[in-house]
């Protein structure tokens, strides 16, 4: 997809971070927003920025852990452009997890892979028939992580579990789309090559009531910028990716038709690298350092 201007973009976790930045850009060519979010607060401000633009945007208030919302997105989303061409499947969130993972609390688990997992699942299932049923080109892209997609980080094994499901479902949701030979192209995105600055570390503002944390804050880490000053106390320094260069490297890989949005450094193909020749020869495996 060479050119973005007329064409409908939806985005699921889009009043904040990486899914508000595709949003401005994807309205700064010329696109059409709609943007979905449980934080109906952030999601306000983000669609009246978009209108103050110029651009043509909806916000919608969805729970991607339920169903009924993303249908309705969905019938939302047509009903006031008439088409989809790009789905991102972005909504995502981190569950407070340290320590021994037999102590952690269940609902913890039940919350990230509501969200992480079934996000995308319910996701496809709204979207992916309408999709198809055009026949033109259009895009359903999901955001991993290479923290669990390629590597596992065993200081969050919640999150690394929930984005190795993830990859998974993105992949053979593309060897499908193949075998169609359908214009509908799948897209794996993983925001990077640093951590990126976004409110993942504060996702306990959106948690359900039905699915009540511990109390406890596991790690005392609730931004990017409390890891930092942690890895300061240590001699070493955090680099980071902002939301605004995902958005940038997203949309230019769309237009070059590529299956992996994966930007890296020599440190985390190393670390991949090592991972898969592991795996090859049979080596027990050791953590990788990827920061």
Do not use: C
């Amino acid at each position: 997809m060479k050119d973005f201007n007329n064409k409908v973009a939806v985005i699921t976790g889009g009043a904040s971070g990486v899914g508000r930045a595709l949003g401005e850009a994807l309205a700064a060519e010329g696109a059409k927003i709609v943007l979905a979010d449980v934080d109906t607060k952030a999601l306000d401000v983000a669609v009246a920025a978009l209108k103050e633009r110029g651009t043509e945007a909806l916000g919608v208030r969805a729970d991607v852990s339920k169903q009924e919302d993303l249908d309705a997105l969905a019938d939302k989303a047509f009903a006031e452009f008439g088409a989809v061409h790009l789905m991102f499947a972005n909504a995502g969130i981190g569950a407070g997890e340290a320590g021994d993972m037999w102590d952690y609390n269940l609902n913890d688990w039940k919350w990230a892979f509501s969200v992480n997992v079934w996000g995308v699942i319910h996701s496809i299932k709204a979207f992916m028939p309408r999709l198809v049923e055009q026949n033109e080109e259009a895009h359903f892209i999901v955001t991993g992580s290479g923290n669990g997609a390629f590597l596992m980080l065993p200081d969050a094994p919640i999150y690394t579990t929930t984005k190795a499901s993830v990859m998974a479902i993105t992949e053979t949701l593309y060897y499908q789309m193949l075998a169609k030979q359908s214009p509908v192209k799948i897209n794996a995105l993983f925001p990077g090559p640093h951590v990126v600055d976004t409110g993942l570390f504060n996702s306990e503002r959106v948690r359900p009531e039905d699915l009540p944390g511990s109390g406890v804050k596991a790690s005392g880490i609730s931004s990017v910028d409390d890891m930092k000053k942690m890895m300061e106390q240590f001699g070493m320094e955090l680099e980071t990716t902002s939301p605004q260069e995902v958005a940038d490297y997203a949309l230019k890989a769309l237009k070059e038709d590529k299956f992996w949005i994966r930007p890296s450094t020599e440190k985390s193909d190393t670390a991949l690298r090592e991972r898969i020749e592991g795996i090859i020869n049979q080596v027990n495996p050791v953590p990788p350092n990827v920061l």
